[in-house]
C-alpha cells in the first residue's frame, strides 16, 4: 500500500521560510519522480516542483522559481521542498505526489492527504 505522508506545513510571516517533508512507503521510492503540488481556495491545483528519480532534474513553477527548493533523499525515502522567501500568495494546501505525469497540471499516481501553509503579511 502506497503512502505518503507530508509534514512541516504551518503559518508563517510575509519573507519566512518552511520545509516541507514527505516520507513515502509501499513502493520503490528511488525508482518513481516526485513532485509537490499546492491548490488554495477557489483556485485550480498548480504544480510547484518536480524532481526526477535521481534528483538531477528538477521543474519550477515561475511563480516560485527562485525561492523554493525540491530535493529528495533516496535513502530515507523522503522528498523536501525548501520554501524561502515565503510570500501571502503562496499560501495554499501542498501535496506531495509519486510517479509524476504532467507537472503542470497536477497529474500523477499517488498522492498525500497534504498539509497547509499559511503566509502572513
Known amino acids: 500500500q502506497v503512502q505518503l505522508v507530508e509534514s512541516g506545513g504551518g503559518s508563517v510571516q510575509a519573507g519566512g521560510s518552511l520545509r516541507l517533508s514527505c516520507a513515502a512507503s509501499?513502493?520503490?521510492?528511488?525508482?518513481?519522480?516526485m513532485g509537490w503540488f499546492r491548490q488554495a481556495p477557489g483556485k485550480e491545483r498548480e504544480g510547484v516542483a518536480v524532481?526526477?528519480?535521481?534528483?538531477?532534474?528538477?521543474y519550477y513553477s515561475d511563480s516560485v522559481k527562485g525561492r523554493f527548493t525540491i530535493s529528495r533523499d533516496n535513502v530515507k525515502n523522503t522528498l523536501y521542498l525548501q520554501m524561502n522567501s515565503l510570500k501571502p500568495e503562496d499560501t495554499a494546501m501542498y501535496y506531495c505526489?509519486?510517479?509524476?505525469?504532467?507537472?503542470?497540471?497536477?497529474?500523477?499516481?499517488?498522492w498525500g492527504q497534504g498539509t497547509q501553509v499559511t503566509v502572513s503579511s
Open positions: 524532481i526526477g528519480t535521481a534528483g538531477g532534474r528538477t
Open positions: 509501499g513502493y520503490t521510492y528511488s525508482s518513481a519522480s
Open positions: 505526489a509519486a510517479d509524476i505525469g504532467d507537472a503542470v497540471y497536477g497529474v500523477a499516481k499517488y
